[in-house]
């Protein structure tokens, strides 16, 4: 049955160095059954470290890590199946053919499937549901960038994992395709009860895919909450936007529900073209970076204040 308060993810105190270059710091999160958790961080920020650690395929420097109830540092195969990635870079399969691929793959997970969870994913589902039928018969070397792309993002669910990390998903895609793939998102947590860790530079589609964003900056998370709750946090201040008579007026405050009132008891129906908007992502995820990289490492987090 569904625990949405079970911990798939625990991270504490990691960190990780390369030779003498320290480029992990106490990175410390959780993430729950079902979350969608978005990774993101400029460039070199320590998203990919972080992922492949906690995928098992680099060992860190130091801290705890439990990926579903095990240390990815000694995950056997029946961890390793329970397990969906979806890396950056393409992996050299160029003649085979998609469906036969995904079959080929599928049949790995066939020992691992359970009452609960049937494992593979019936092939032909799949395709479906990553959107390439048309292509299922074409050898891999004949697709698209976006289309491979597609056929990893497949590669990563076959064996239909309860925990799924994916290292920049959409990079490439079309937008009818990102949308695509923010459906089979939203798909996989809402049927499958998928755990999903992603990274991604895309501010729009963490905003629309992410229940909690983690910001990384020079290898420390700077901010862990939901997109509303780090807005409110960092940027205090709305901007109301109006018209009277045809001419514009715009105003910042920190309180706009009290402003718009005030406005109507002083210029009732004259009122019109009413906008108030709060900080976007991005507007956000720049004020943290900047902070960040300028020294100031106050923490925001739902679950512990500002520390
Ligand atoms: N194998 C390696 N050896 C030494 N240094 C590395 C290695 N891999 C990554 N680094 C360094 O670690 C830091 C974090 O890199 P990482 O790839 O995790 O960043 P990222 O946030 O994923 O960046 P991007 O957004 O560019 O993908 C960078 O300074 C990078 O140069």
Not at 203 to 216: F, G, N, V
Not at 271 to 292: F, I, K, N
Request: glycine share 8%; net charge negative.
């Amino acid at each position: 049955m569904r625990n949405p308060d079970e911990v798939v993810l625990r991270v504490e105190d990691l960190r990780m160095r390369y030779g003498t270059n320290d480029v992990l710091h106490d990175v410390a999160f959780t993430a729950h059954r079902g979350e969608v958790l978005c990774l993101l961080g400029p460039n070199g920020a320590g998203k990919t470290t972080t992922i492949e650690i906690l995928e098992g395929f680099r060992m860190r420097s130091a801290g705890r890590v439990e990926v579903l109830g095990t240390d990815p540092a000694n995950g056997g195969e029946d961890w390793r199946a329970r397990l969906g990635v979806v890396l950056q870079s393409w992996r050299d399969h160029g003649r085979w053919r998609v469906r036969e691929l995904l079959a080929h793959l599928g049949e790995y997970y066939a020992p691992y499937s359970t009452e609960r969870i049937r494992r593979p994913w019936q092939t032909d589902e799949l395709i479906e549901a990553v959107g390439l039928t048309p292509h299922a018969h074409k050898k891999l070397r004949q697709l698209s960038g976006g289309q491979r792309r597609r056929l990893d993002v497949a590669i990563g669910i076959v064996g239909r994992p309860e925990l799924l990390f994916l290292d920049e998903p959409t990079a490439g895609f079309d937008p009818e395709a990102r949308r695509e793939f923010h459906e089979l998102v939203h798909r996989l947590t809402d049927d499958e009860d998928t755990t999903i860790l992603l990274t991604t530079h895309d501010l729009d589609e963490a905003d629309k895919l992410a229940d909690r964003i983690l910001i990384l900056s020079g290898g420390r998370i700077v901010a862990d909450g939901s997109a509303d709750e780090l807005s409110r946090q960092i940027a205090g201040e709305a901007e109301v936007r109006w018209t009277v008579d045809g001419q514009r007026f715009v105003h910042s405050t920190t309180e706009a529900t009290k402003y718009v009132y005030e406005l109507f008891k002083q210029h009732g129906e004259a009122v019109a073209d009413l906008e108030v908007r709060r900080a976007s992502l991005e507007d956000t995820y720049m004020t943290l970076v900047h902070q960040a990289e300028a020294g100031l490492t106050a923490v925001v987090s739902e679950e512990a204040g500002v520390r």
